[in-house]
């Protein structure tokens, strides 16, 4: 009754079987035991961004460093930590977690644009050709110079500054990465003009969560036989031999357009998504893309573990991408 630990891992099984409830009150009583369990603050910290509760989430959620499991480096950097009320005038943001989250939290170098501050932002290399046109505000480099700032923070941590209530997440839910239109407008001459097009993406390669996100070819087949419908791989990595089973045997070819690799490829991915009349994916880079651009988008979620918490719906309605 008294061992933290127990109540966390209890609360963890709850939380992967989709009963957040539960979970939160698990959490909260391992904390009442041990008021340090970092796991414990950072796990109930997702349940509280995903219920709109951003005061006690954004708070929990600094406690990420301190876990164990957290797929992210934190960068060792000798200078303050940024905050809004200081007079820091030279920012460093930094990027954490995969591609789709630093996506998610991109939105928000908009709301730094008019603070009078000089950014620097470093974010994966696949990222930058679309990022430095939506935002030209921010200097994106390779590396950080530590002599030249005078602050940073991780692009996760932005969110405590503006976001306080899902109103102000539904203010940031339209599209705010710009598609490359020249390469929009080169790729439109490979894909058919005479029947719509649907994007699709089944698979996330995500270490810990990525098996528990994915699907088949075969589990979306009464989707994929509907009539006057052209699919389009946005699939990231090799799935030629799935799409040719899967010829095979219904006689349906999943459009691969070769001359974008949906891996490396960001801003050839994006315009291929620009090019669809909508986007069926799970829950990976894929479909980050498409809330950015604004693509009308349907996505598929797993009930409990690999269901992340930033999809808070109203409805069916993504809270974070207005057209998801």
């Given at each position: 009754?008294?061992?933290?630990d127990?109540?966390?891992?209890?609360?963890?099984?709850?939380?992967?079987?989709?009963?957040?409830?539960?979970?939160?009150?698990?959490?909260?009583?391992?904390?009442?035991?041990?008021?340090?369990?970092?796991?414990?603050?950072?796990?109930?910290?997702?349940?509280?961004?995903?219920?709109?509760?951003?005061?006690?989430?954004?708070?929990g959620?600094?406690?990420?460093?301190?876990?164990?499991?957290?797929?992210?480096?934190?960068f060792?950097?000798?200078?303050?930590?940024?905050?809004?009320?200081?007079?820091?005038?030279?920012?460093?943001?930094?990027?954490?977690?995969?591609?789709?989250?630093?996506?998610?939290?991109?939105?928000?170098?908009?709301?730094?644009?008019?603070?009078d501050?000089?950014?620097?932002?470093?974010?994966?290399?696949?990222?930058?050709?679309?990022?430095?046109?939506?935002?030209?505000?921010?200097?994106?480099?390779?590396?950080?110079?530590?002599?030249?700032?005078?602050?940073?923070?991780?692009?996760?941590?932005?969110?405590?500054?503006?976001?306080?209530?899902?109103?102000?997440?539904?203010?940031?839910?339209?599209?705010?990465?710009?598609?490359?239109?020249?390469?929009?407008?080169?790729?439109k001459?490979?894909?058919?003009?005479?029947?719509?097009?649907?994007?699709?993406?089944?698979?996330?390669?995500?270490?810990?969560?990525?098996?528990?996100?994915?699907?088949?070819?075969?589990?979306?087949k009464?989707?994929?036989l509907?009539?006057?419908?052209?699919?389009?791989?946005?699939?990231?990595?090799?799935?030629?031999?799935?799409?040719?089973?899967?010829?095979?045997?219904?006689?349906?070819?999943i459009?691969?357009?070769?001359?974008?690799?949906?891996?490396?490829?960001?801003?050839?991915?994006?315009?291929?998504?620009?090019?669809?009349?909508?986007?069926?994916?799970?829950s990976?880079?894929t479909?980050?893309?498409?809330?950015?651009?604004?693509?009308?988008?349907?996505?598929?979620?797993?009930?409990?573990?690999?269901?992340?918490?930033?999809?808070?719906k109203?409805?069916?309605?993504?809270?974070?991408?207005?057209?998801?």
């Amino acid at each position: 009754p008294k061992f933290s630990d127990a109540y966390v891992n209890l609360a963890n099984l709850y939380k992967e079987n989709g009963s957040n409830l539960e979970a939160k009150k698990l959490y909260i009583k391992s904390l009442e035991i041990n008021s340090l369990h970092y796991e414990a603050s950072f796990n109930l910290s997702l349940i509280f961004l995903n219920e709109g509760n951003f005061n006690d989430g954004w708070a929990g959620y600094r406690k990420k460093w301190n876990v164990r499991h957290f797929n992210s480096k934190k960068f060792d950097i000798k200078k303050p930590i940024f905050d809004l009320s200081s007079n820091h005038r030279h920012v460093f943001v930094w990027k954490e977690q995969g591609i789709g989250d630093q996506i998610l939290f991109s939105r928000l170098f908009n709301d730094l644009r008019d603070k009078d501050l000089k950014i620097d932002a470093l974010i994966d290399k696949k990222l930058k050709p679309l990022f430095q046109s939506s935002f030209p505000h921010i200097n994106f480099v390779e590396k950080i110079y530590a002599h030249e700032i005078d602050s940073h923070i991780p692009i996760g941590d932005l969110g405590r500054f503006f976001i306080n209530n899902f109103d102000d997440v539904k203010a940031r839910s339209h599209p705010f990465i710009k598609v490359n239109q020249q390469r929009t407008g080169s790729l439109k001459k490979l894909l058919p003009s005479d029947k719509k097009l649907c994007g699709i993406s089944w698979i996330s390669v995500n270490e810990d969560l990525g098996r528990d996100k994915s699907m088949s070819l075969e589990q979306l087949k009464d989707i994929l036989l509907l009539p006057n419908m052209v699919f389009v791989d946005l699939q990231y990595g090799d799935t030629s031999q799935e799409r040719q089973s899967f010829y095979k045997k219904y006689g349906v070819k999943i459009l691969k357009i070769e001359e974008v690799d949906n891996f490396d490829d960001i801003e050839g991915l994006a315009s291929l998504i620009d090019l669809c009349d909508c986007v069926l994916s799970v829950s990976n880079t894929t479909v980050h893309i498409a809330g950015a651009i604004g693509k009308p988008t349907y996505l598929m979620l797993p009930k409990g573990k690999g269901k992340l918490w930033y999809w808070s719906k109203q409805g069916t309605q993504s809270i974070w991408y207005k057209s998801i």
